[in-house]
């Protein structure tokens, strides 16, 4: 069983924030890997007729209702599209355009209309990515694999990606004339590491997500130091895998990251609620929706929390003030998804949780840049 996973970049997350339409129509749904997909275009059928209700409701135009239709009906039809899904799929939608991710992470059935779109639980799948990749180094191979939920490990063709350190930068003496002075037997091979390791840096920098996929090393020292050293990738974990990946099966280094992920997100949460514990000593947090929404929309939130389950319709102005709907329409959007555009848009770190890790039980939190 294989996940087909699309972490949405930076610059695809931008696009959807700044997107503003009149109708943006957003579509969450749960997938099975090892499905035909008739289940989930079943379930997106039932999403879509609520969504042009919405659009109807709404007074659209029958042109733009049509158009949105027939680009998922397009979506319907594509056999091959259904046959390769994740967790979940979720699909952002207007009369011009549809931008389809699959997720591995678990998210809720949603259909929400709007002139923006709905971004909330896309951003799990960046705060939690539930996928890691593991670097299996040692002097006689290099190998890489993709951990997912629930799945046994992938291997990754990685172009370019040497074999071995000799292959890579052979065995020969390094020359005399190149040295500042003539290095040991032991310092010779810890320049040719050095070599192979830049070599592995280069080869994996174009495979790796750019949002925060955590990559965990397995490699016996020094070699595993000196890889460490020259990796420019920002989510290298700073915990090691045990043992030597020359002797261990997949399995086994699979069964060691998973633990390794579990201690780390462990440690992540408890870290951020320390922080903001700290910061609401300090007059620098706050938990009210209204407080949250007029702070992001003036630059002053540096982290926000939000539950990615909960839809609060209604509207927020220029000026950050809040006017609270009874009913979520296609008229309205969500208020805290609005909270978070503004504080993504504002350089602000979004974490998009399930209720139970937000600070204070709520609907949202937020961490300030200074103090009230």
Same mark, same amino acid.
């Given at each position: 069983?294989?996940?087909?996973?699309?972490?949405?970049?930076?610059?695809?997350?931008?696009?959807?924030?700044?997107?503003?339409?009149? @109708?943006?129509?957003?579509?969450?749904?749960?997938?099975?890997?090892?499905?035909?997909?008739?289940?989930?275009?079943?379930?997106?059928?039932?999403?879509?007729?609520?969504?042009?209700?919405?659009?109807?409701?709404?007074?659209?135009?029958?042109?733009?209702?049509?158009?949105?239709?027939?680009?998922?009906?397009?979506?319907?039809?594509?056999?091959?599209? @259904?046959?390769?899904?994740?967790?979940?799929?979720?699909?952002?939608?207007?009369?011009?355009?549809?931008?389809?991710?699959?997720?591995?992470?678990?998210?809720?059935?949603?259909?929400?209309?709007?002139? *923006?779109?709905?971004?909330?639980?896309?951003?799990?799948?960046?705060?939690?990515?539930?996928?890691?990749?593991?670097?299996?180094?040692?002097?006689?191979?290099?190998?890489?694999?993709?951990?997912?939920?629930?799945?046994?490990?992938?291997?990754?063709?990685?172009?370019?990606?040497?074999?071995?350190?000799?292959?890579?930068?052979?065995?020969?003496?390094?020359?005399? !004339?190149?040295?500042?002075?003539?290095?040991?037997?032991?310092?010779?091979?810890?320049?040719?590491?050095?070599?192979?390791?830049?070599?592995?840096?280069?080869?994996?920098?174009?495979?790796?997500?750019?949002?925060?996929?955590?990559?965990?090393?397995?490699?016996?020292?020094?070699?595993?130091?000196?890889?460490?050293?020259?990796?420019?990738?920002?989510?290298?974990?700073?915990?090691?895998?045990?043992?030597?990946?020359?002797?261990?099966?997949?399995?086994?280094?699979?069964?060691?990251?998973?633990?390794?992920?579990?201690?780390?997100?462990?440690? !992540?949460?408890?870290?951020?609620?320390?922080?903001?514990?700290?910061?609401?000593? !300090?007059?620098?947090?706050?938990?009210?929706?209204?407080?949250?929404?007029?702070?992001?929309?003036?630059?002053?939130?540096?982290?926000?929390?939000?539950?990615?389950?909960?839809?609060?319709?209604?509207?927020?102005?220029?000026?950050?003030?809040?006017?609270?709907?009874?009913?979520?329409?296609?008229?309205?959007?969500?208020?805290?998804?609005?909270?978070?555009? *503004?504080? @993504?848009?504002?350089?602000?770190?979004?974490?998009?949780? *399930?209720?139970?890790?937000?600070?204070?039980?709520?609907?949202?939190?937020?961490?300030? *840049?200074?103090?009230?």
């Amino acid at each position: 069983m294989t996940l087909h996973t699309d972490i949405p970049s930076r610059a695809e997350i931008d696009a959807l924030f700044q997107a503003k339409e009149r @109708w943006c129509v957003s579509f969450y749904l749960p997938t099975d890997p090892v499905s035909t997909g008739e289940g989930e275009r079943l379930e997106l059928k039932n999403l879509v007729r609520d969504a042009l209700n919405q659009m109807r409701e709404a007074e659209a135009g029958k042109n733009d209702i049509a158009a949105v239709e027939e680009q998922l009906i397009d979506l319907d039809l594509d056999e091959t599209f @259904w046959r390769h899904q994740a967790r979940s799929l979720a699909l952002f939608a207007t009369p011009s355009a549809l931008v389809a991710f699959r997720l591995p992470n678990r998210l809720l059935p949603l259909a929400a209309v709007a002139d *923006r779109f709905h971004l909330k639980p896309l951003l799990r799948a960046i705060t939690f990515p539930q996928l890691a990749f593991v670097l299996a180094v040692t002097q006689n191979a290099v190998r890489v694999l993709e951990i997912l939920p629930d799945v046994d490990a992938e291997p990754v063709d990685v172009p370019n990606l040497p074999t071995d350190l000799e292959s890579a930068v052979g065995k020969e003496p390094l020359a005399d !004339q190149m040295a500042i002075r003539r290095m040991s037997a032991a310092e010779e091979q810890k320049v040719r590491m050095r070599q192979y390791a830049r070599q592995i840096d280069q080869a994996l920098r174009p495979i790796l997500p750019e949002h925060g996929v955590p990559l965990l090393l397995a490699a016996p020292e020094p070699l595993g130091s000196i890889v460490r050293s020259a990796c420019r990738y920002p989510g290298l974990a700073a915990a090691a895998l045990p043992g030597n990946p020359d002797v261990l099966p997949d399995a086994e280094l699979v069964a060691s990251a998973r633990e390794v992920l579990d201690r780390l997100y462990a440690d !992540q949460m408890s870290q951020l609620r320390e922080l903001f514990g700290q910061r609401s000593a !300090q007059g620098r947090a706050v938990t009210d929706v209204a407080d949250v929404a007029r702070l992001a929309t003036h630059g002053a939130v540096e982290t926000v929390f939000a539950d990615i389950d909960v839809v609060v319709p209604g509207h927020l102005d220029e000026a950050g003030a809040v006017t609270f709907e009874e009913s979520d329409d296609a008229t309205a959007y969500g208020v805290v998804d609005e909270i978070v555009r *503004r504080v @993504w848009l504002t350089g602000g770190r979004v974490l998009a949780l *399930r209720r139970e890790d937000i600070p204070g039980g709520g609907d949202v939190a937020a961490i300030l *840049r200074y103090s009230l």
